[in-house]
């Protein structure tokens, strides 16, 4: 069986992370991103939500980076400190050996260790097997906004999912 090992982030993990991310930016509706991120948006990114608290977290198969995931703000005012929103990526030949799971869970024990209350997945409503795999914690589609992402010549739109912790 595939040992998973679960680590924080470190800044020799960004130029996978990168190449893992661009490639769902450029074959898939997962992030609605139009431009290829460079690796040093990418650090900045992870050190923005590292400086606040927020964890990122990489998952590696003998000493090989095949996935990560992070948390941070939902949005900005301060009546929503106790939300997050959350991503978890995990290299599309990696699929199937249970990475996104171990992933997710960890992100979900680190929210309740924080004392979070709820974790928001914001999710294409295309990508139904990332609809399934939320619902296998729990989350509930609570919303599904129409048309707010254009990519590939249609419109797309955002299926909203949450889990509360508590």
Known sequence: MTKIVLRPYTPKDAEPIVAILNYYIVN????????????EQQQAIFE?????????IVATIDDRLVGFGYYSEFRFREA??????????????????GIGHVIMQRLIDLARQQNLHTMIAVIDSENQS?????????FKTVAVI?????KF???LHSQFMQL???
């Open 130 to 138: 990332s609809v399934a795999f939320h619902e296998k914690f729990g």
């Open 164 to 166: 509360l912790l508590e």
């Open 153 to 155: 010549d249609r419109w």
């Open 146 to 150: 129409k048309e707010t992402g254009y």
């Open 80 to 97: 929503y400190k106790y939300t997050v929103e959350h991503s978890v990526y995990v290299m599309p030949n990696e699929h199937g050996k």
């Open 48 to 56: 923005d939500k590292l400086s606040k608290g927020f964890p990122v």
């Open 28 to 39: 898939s509706t997962a992030l609605y991103d139009y431009t290829q991120r460079t690796l």
